[in-house]
Nanobody
Framework: QVQLVESGGGLVQAGGSLRLSCATS????????MGWFRQAPGKERMIVAA???????YYADSVKGRFAISRDNAKNTVYLRMNSLKPDDMAVYFC??????????????????WGQGTQVTVSS
């Protein structure tokens, strides 16, 4: 059974930082791509960042230069370091896994497994 469990969300002041973690199990982690998505109330889910099995990365324009995705294959875990947080970053953040390629990594349809999400709240 595949499981993705996010952690690290919470309340932070604007300008602050958080690091999200997504621990996986039951997944051939080193051969799968991983992504972070977010969904704010009343808005559609959007991709934030993704990394393929070969460490090709993608970032949404709104987070470039502030967020960094990384993976630790030894720990079957993917991370999202979020710096200079803004109120607009406030959302539920989800991690997801799939057999990604450079051309598919931005699409939610490319992901097979999803976590339950972790809330990130940014106060102004």
């Amino acid at each position: 059974q595949v499981q993705l469990v996010e952690s690290g969300g919470g309340l932070v002041q604007a300008g602050g930082s958080l690091r999200l973690s997504c621990a996986t199990s039951g997944l051939p982690f080193s051969t799968y791509g991983m992504g972070w998505f977010r969904q704010a109330p009343g808005k559609e889910r959007m991709i934030v960042a993704a990394v393929t099995w070969s460490n090709i990365t993608y970032y949404a324009d709104s987070v470039k230069g502030r967020f960094a995705i990384s993976r630790d294959n030894a720990k079957n875990t993917v991370y999202l370091r979020m710096n200079s947080l803004k109120p607009d970053d406030m959302a539920v953040y989800f991690c997801a896994a799939g057999p990604l390629s450079r051309s598919t990594m931005k699409s939610g349809d490319a992901y097979i497994y999803w976590g339950q999400g972790t809330q990130v709240t940014v106060s102004s």
